[in-house]
């Protein structure tokens, strides 16, 4: 079927030791993205302000008082929250903005009705 002289086994290893190179460039590229991409993701962390302290949470829309007040690192936090200072808290929570019952921003604050 085959006319063509079977190659000998030396002649058969430059083909190997090629696709084994290929596979070997082919693994330094995925180990070069990966190492930018871990980079790329320090970076990113690296400038990502910091999380507020405080949180004032908005009503349904922008016309409604505000809901409540959060420490930055409640739970509870709805989305439609925003950071404000130490000052803004103690603020709001003496104008009658309730203080989130779970994370009791106005015990941290030492404003305890």
């Known amino acids: 079927m085959n006319d063509s002289p079977a190659l000998s086994r030396l002649d058969q290893l430059p083909f190997l030791k090629r ?14 993205a990966e190492e930018q991409r871990l980079q790329e993701q320090r ?3 690296q ?8 949180l004032l949470e908005r ?5 409604t008082p ?17 950071g404000i200072t130490e000052e ?13 019952t779970h994370c009791r921003p106005d015990t941290e604050l030492g404003l305890l009705d």
């Not at 400038?47 to 405080?54: E, L, M, Q, V």
């Open 19 to 32: 696709v084994q190179e290929q596979d070997l460039e082919r693994t330094r590229r995925w180990i070069a």
């Open 43 to 45: 970076r990113g962390e």
């Open 47 to 54: 400038a990502r302000p910091p999380a507020p302290d405080w």
């Open 59 to 63: 009503g349904l829309d922008g016309h």
């Open 66 to 82: 505000p809901v409540y007040v959060h420490r930055g690192d409640c739970h509870m936090a709805g989305k439609r929250s925003r």
């Open 88 to 100: 803004q808290a103690r603020h709001a929570l003496g104008d009658q903005v309730p203080a989130c």
